[in-house]
């Protein structure tokens, strides 16, 4: 890879022949979506992100633990389940770094 100097950015998808063959799905090593646009700031894209992962989960579990549920065990299973997928949702928070 090329040298990073001060002030100097250097794009994957411009040195690393694979990124940049990766890239070409989406429009090349910048992308047709790279420029900046003025409502998508990045706090709005967390958020979008944020929001559609949330979404996705509420539907998934729910559905899972039914699935879970109408098995042998009944809801006690299901419930044992959304407990331990609780758990190590706790776990791997706690083994993030601090900011």
Not at 15 to 38: C, F, I, K, N, Q
Not at 64 to 84: D, T
């Amino acid at each position: 890879m090329a040298e990073t100097g001060p002030g100097r950015v250097v794009a994957p998808t411009r040195t690393d022949p694979v990124a940049r063959s990766l890239s070409e799905v989406v429009g090349g090593p910048v992308g047709r979506h790279g420029r900046a646009h003025r409502w998508w700031t990045p706090v709005r894209v967390l958020l979008a992100v944020f929001t559609i992962v949330f979404a996705v989960g509420q539907i998934v579990g729910p559905t899972i633990v039914g699935w879970i549920a109408a098995g042998p065990g009944g809801l006690a299973r299901g419930l044992v389940f959304s407990a331990c997928a609780l758990w190590l949702g706790a776990a791997a928070a706690l083994r993030q770094r601090a900011l």
